[in-house]
């Protein structure tokens, strides 16, 4: 069966891996909700080149996705222009590195609101039309760090970690309506969110930018390669197709050989 005439929203897409799988999707003429931060003219020029892509319609919602009230204004935005999601991609996350007794409360509350309660929320707001479908296809990007720890990142780990039970139980839940919910952990994906970390990882460790890229970001990543955000798409769009049906409540690395 095609993707062509249904509807994704990803969240965090105006950048790194999120946007990979928008670009991805729109490959196969699926409607796309693209939602993140940034600058106004680069996110009306990529949502152009997505409708130029899929030949469907493309929606931008810059709603911040650590306020409930904001992420079901942004599932209601979405339902009035499609009917509902039939493919959902929690994707927005943030990171913060430092030592747990120094860790700000901001901080913490920030990425779990993010990198987890988000996705409950567009979850549950996603599941009644998938369900009434009887189609749908729930991804999450999670990590290497949803299977094992790392020091210094105690929210996201924490976050990442809770992102798998969640999508293990909806999976459960789900699964004689023939919707799949799934991880994609990724190790390191060379990204705006990497970059950003390596001066406060600097700072943390005591190390030079190259000691943190080749000795902390790589050293755990057999491969010595960054993964890229096309390769971490191509496993959304196989987990989007018929042959993957029976793929749910899984979490599929694509880290190099960091958790084997
Ligand atoms: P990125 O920084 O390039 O993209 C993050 C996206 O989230 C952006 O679109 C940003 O605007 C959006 N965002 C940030 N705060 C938001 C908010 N409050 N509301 C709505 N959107 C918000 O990062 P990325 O590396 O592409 O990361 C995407 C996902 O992949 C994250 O969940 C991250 O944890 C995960 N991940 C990344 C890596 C990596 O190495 N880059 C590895 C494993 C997992």
Known sequence: MSLTGKTALITGSTSGIGLAYARALAGEGVNIVINGFGDADAIETERKALEAT???????SGHDLTKA???????AEAASAFGGIDILINNAGMQHVAPVEEFPVDKWNLILALNLTAAFHTTRLAVPYMKE???GRIIQTASAHSLTASPFKSAYVTAKHGLAGLTKTVALELATFGV???CISPGYVWTPLVENQIPDTMQARGLTREQVINDVLLAGQPTKQFVTPEQVAAIALFLCRDEAANITGANISVD????A
């Open 54 to 60: 899929s030949g469907a319609k493309a929606l931008y």
């Open 180 to 182: 799949t919910a799934n």
């Open 256 to 259: 190099g050989g960091w958790t």
């Open 133 to 135: 479908k009887k189609w």
């Open 69 to 75: 009230d904001q992420i079901e204004a942004m599932m």
